[in-house]
C-alpha cells in the first residue's frame, strides 16, 4: 500500500490530465486534434527510452543503496541522466529535422503536418527537464522513496502541463 499507492495515485492524475489537455485541444479544431494526435504518436518516440532508463535506475540504486555503496548510486544517475538525455536529443533532432517526413506516414494535410510540427519544436526542449524528473525520480524508487518522485511527477509533468496549456491557449 506504501508503495503502489503513490505509484496508482500518480498514474491517475497523469491520464486526467491527459483528458484535460485533449479536452481543450478539441476545441481548436479537427485539424489541430488530428495535429495533437499525431505528434502524440512521436511524442511516444521521445519519451519511452527516457522512461526506460529512469526505470533502469531504479533498479541500480535500489542494489547499491542496500549495499551501501553510495558512490555508485551517484555514478548511476549520472550515467542514466547522460543517457537519457543523449537519446532524447538525437530523438529530438531526427523529429525537428525530418519531422515532415515522419508526419506524412500518418497524414497528407498540410496544415495537420504543420500544427504537428508547430507542437514538436515547442515540445522539444520539455524532454531535457523530463530527463531529470524521470531519473531522479527512479533513483529516488530505489531508495524506497515513492512520496517525492509521485509529488514531482504530478507537480511536474501534469499540473505544469495543464496550466502551460490555459495560459499558452487563452
Not at 101 to 119: C, K, L, N, P, S
Amino acid at each position: 500500500f506504501r508503495i503502489g499507492f503513490p505509484a496508482g495515485l500518480q498514474i491517475a492524475v497523469t491520464s486526467f490530465s491527459n483528458v484535460f489537455v485533449q479536452s481543450y485541444i478539441n476545441h481548436f479544431g479537427s485539424s489541430c486534434m488530428a495535429g495533437w494526435t499525431t505528434y502524440g504518436k512521436l511524442d511516444k518516440f521521445c519519451l519511452l527510452p527516457i522512461q526506460s532508463i529512469g526505470l533502469a535506475v531504479t533498479t541500480f540504486v535500489g542494489q547499491n543503496y542496500g549495499a551501501r555503496k553510495f558512490g555508485r548510486m551517484r555514478k548511476s544517475v549520472r550515467i542514466c541522466i547522460g543517457m537519457a538525455m543523449g537519446a532524447s536529443v538525437v530523438i529530438s533532432a531526427v523529429f525537428l529535422i525530418f519531422g515532415k517526413y515522419v508526419y506524412q506516414m500518418f497524414t497528407t494535410d498540410a496544415t495537420v503536418i504543420e500544427i504537428g510540427m508547430h507542437m514538436m519544436t515547442l515540445m522539444a526542449p520539455a524532454y531535457a527537464v523530463y530527463v531529470f524528473i524521470e531519473v531522479y525520480s527512479g533513483a529516488l524508487r530505489g531508495t524506497g522513496d515513492v512520496l517525492v518522485p509521485m509529488l514531482m511527477t504530478c507537480g511536474g509533468v501534469c499540473v505544469l502541463r495543464v496550466l502551460w496549456v490555459c495560459l499558452l491557449y487563452t
